[in-house]
């Protein structure tokens, strides 16, 4: 599978309606047990969170796991695999989950990686200065720790399929398993350097501080202050829709089957 070539400074592949597909993922949603809750409002569009969680009945308590996609608004992939896994509900049984399905839907609307405001939305995470990252934060604080957290994106200069895995306790990793399993899909960025750091095999793993960092990306915040165990997953958009969408499906499910199991 070879690159499309369609990306020269940006992102130039396919496009999608945002609010047909929000529609979809929330009908589809509803449909399969999951609550919806909206945390802002602006205009006619709308920030909204789904949650399912489970019956434990003195159980001992499953995972809590937190994904979301759709913070930049040239990624179609994203929402295209939240309206996917929802539609699939392959979620294994004794895990609650979390979902963002859409972070950035001024920035479909206009069809950039920006918001309407000209600002990156995944570099605001420190200093909130965005209406929409303060209204996730927000929400986000109100929600319990979450023992994973997944965040679906895509990267327009990719070689293939890649992830960053952030884990500063070296607790078991599901890199590997996440990658063997796109590895069927899609191909894996060979790269021994990407976004300017060392990887081997599609993973990154930086030995990081986030206080170090001036701006921060949503993965920061999450191992800031709500998880020990964070996955960004990058698609890589310069290969087709479908393929993309493959990949983020296909390495949030086996995230989750090894995590169960």
């Known amino acids: 599978m070879r690159r ?7 992102y130039f592949g396919e496009t999608i309606n945002l609010v047909e597909v929000l ?3 929330e009908v589809t949603a509803s449909a399969h047990g999951w609550q919806s809750e909206d945390f802002l409002h602006f205009g006619s569009l709308r920030l909204f969170a789904l949650n399912r969680i489970g019956d434990a009945r003195g159980q001992p308590r499953g995972p809590r796991v937190y994904l979301s996609t759709g913070i930049h608004g040239d990624e179609p992939a994203g929402p295209l695999a939240a309206l996917r896994l929802l539609r699939e509900n392959q979620w294994p049984t004794g895990c609650d989950y979390w979902f963002c ?6 920035g479909f609307i206009l069809n950039r990686r920006e918001n309407d405001k000209g600002m990156d939305l995944n570099r605001d995470y420190r200093h909130l200065q965005s209406a929409e990252i303060r209204a996730h934060t927000g929400w986000l604080e109100r929600q319990p720790d979450f023992d ?3 965040c679906l994106h895509e990267d327009w200069e990719a070689h293939g399929f890649y992830v960053y895995e952030l884990n500063p306790d070296n607790r078991p990793s599901l890199a590997e398993r996440m990658i063997e399993e796109v590895a069927r899909v899609c191909p894996i960025d060979p790269s021994e350097v990407i976004e300017g750091r060392e990887a081997k095999d599609g993973i990154i793993r930086p030995n990081l501080d986030p206080q170090n960092r ?5 993965a920061f915040w999450l191992i800031t202050h709500k998880t020990r165990m964070s996955y960004t997953l990058e698609s890589p958009s310069d290969f087709p829709l479908h393929t993309r969408v493959d990949a983020l499906v296909r390495g949030v499910q086996a995230a989750l089957r090894t995590l169960t199991h």
């Open 4 to 10: 499309l070539g369609r990306n020269k400074g940006g």
């Open 23 to 25: 529609r979809e993922i």
């Open 101 to 106: 399905p859409c972070l950035n839907p001024a």
């Open 148 to 150: 994973y957290c997944f």
């Open 214 to 218: 001036p701006e921060w990306p949503e």
